[in-house]
Every structure is written in C-alpha cells, then in structure tokens.
Antibody
Framework: EVQLVESGGGVVRPGGSLRLSCAAS????????MSWVRQAPGKGLEWVSG????????GYADSVKGRFTISRDNAKNSLYLQMNSLRAEDTALYHC?????????????WGQGTMVTVSS | EIVLTQSPGTLSLSPGERATLSCRAS???????LAWYQQKPGQAPRLLIY???SRATGIPDRFSGSGSGTDFTLTINRLEPEDFALYYC??????????FGPGTKVDIK
C-alpha cells in the first residue's frame, strides 16, 4: 500500500525539541521531493519545509528558519523534521507530503499527521 | 514570497448547484504552479487540481480549474453531498516557500 505515516509528535515545553519522522512505503522514496505541512487547530495549512530527492536542496518557511531542520534517509525510506526552540505557535498537526512527479510536483500524497503541542 | 488570497471565505450552496472559488496571487505564478486541495473534517487534504487546470488521479470531472498569472478559479459543477468541504489553493514549484491560501469553506445552504 502506498502511504506516509508520521510519528514523533507529543507535548513539549516552550524551548524544547522534538524530532518528527515519516515512514514512506509503496513507492520509490528516493524518486520524490518531500515536504512538511502543518495545520494549527482550527486554522489553515502552512508549508513548513521541503527537501529534494537526495537531500541536496532544502527550504524553510520564515517562521521556522534557523529552528527546524529537514532531512531524509533514502535507505530507510524516511523523512525527518528536527524541531528546536519550540514555541507555542508551533502547536499543530504536522503532515508529511510527497511532491508528485506525475502531478506536476504538487503535493499528491499526504500522511494523516502527528500532533505537536507546545505548552508549559 | 507569493501571498494567496481566496474568496469568498464561505460559500453556501445547495446540492446540484455550481460552486465558483477564486484564488488570487500577489505576483504571477510561474508555469501555472497552482494547485487546489480539498479537506474534510478530520482528514488530510487531497489534491484535486495541479498545474492550474489538470485534474489529479481519480478526481471527478465535475471539478475543473482555470486561470493563469495571478487569477485562478476552481469550479465544481453540480455539487454532490461529499463536495461540501474546505478548499485551499497553493503555489508550489521549484522555489519555496510553497504558500497556501486561507481557504474557502463550501457548506450546505
């Protein structure tokens, strides 16, 4: 089955760190660029970070630049998001997404997400 | 950074009617790198339209996208009960950030 499954979310205090993981299956992972997209409770979608197929190019939203680091391990079919210096405004459901090669590089596959809550 | 504005915020329609959703960009979206997603409560978003006008795999033909430059439209002909949801437009492509619009909610009148 073709799917993305996120893990690693939880409750963390402001200033703390978390590492999110996304396990990909059912497709050739290293053919695809990937991104993280988050959604705060009751709010819209926000692109957080993206990485190309081999990890050589990465990008970040201004809101997380310098605090979050995206990476991937193609041998393990996995995507990661290291989140440091977390703030209350980082509280959200974090989705792992795939940039679809046959869909003009739009985000054609989404995981169900892992919830991150930053609270004291 | 390209900022996307969607209108209206909420669209109240009846099943069988046509929905017309607008997405306006603060600057030209190159190569039509504009996508539309549908999101239902408790679910992940689903890609509907990419390249401004191409339907994603498995998307019914009552969904259509159009536009270029800074003005884009998602049209849903003959609304089905399952079409009442949130819709987001997104700029994507090779140069991040890949911003989303604030969304349009299509609800039942």
């Amino acid at each position: 089955e073709v799917q993305l499954v996120e893990s690693g979310g939880g409750v963390v205090r402001p200033g703390g760190s978390l590492r999110l993981s996304c396990a990909a299956s059912g497709f050739t992972f290293d053919d695809y660029g990937m991104s993280w997209v988050r959604q705060a409770p009751g709010k819209g979608l926000e692109w957080v970070s993206g990485i190309n197929w081999n990890g050589g190019n990465t990008g970040y939203a201004d809101s997380v630049k310098g605090r979050f680091t995206i990476s991937r391990d193609n041998a393990k079919n996995s995507l990661y998001l290291q989140m440091n210096s977390l703030r209350a405004e980082d509280t959200a459901l974090y989705h792992c997404t795939r940039k679809g090669i046959s869909m003009g590089y739009a985000f054609d596959m989404w995981g169900q997400g892992t919830m991150v809550t930053v609270s004291s | 950074e390209i900022v996307l504005t969607q209108s209206p915020g909420t669209l109240s329609l009846s099943p069988g009617e046509r929905a017309t959703l607008s997405c306006r960009a603060s600057q030209s979206v190159s190569s039509g790198y504009l996508a539309w997603y549908q999101q239902k409560p408790g679910q992940a978003p689903r890609l509907l339209i990419y390249g401004a006008s191409s339907r994603a795999t498995g998307i019914p033909d009552r969904f259509s996208g159009s536009g270029s430059g800074t003005d884009f439209t998602l049209t849903i002909n003959r609304l089905e009960p399952e079409d009442f949801a949130l819709y987001y437009c997104q700029h994507y492509g090779s140069s991040p950030p890949f911003t989303f619009g604030p969304g349009t909610k299509v609800d039942i009148k």
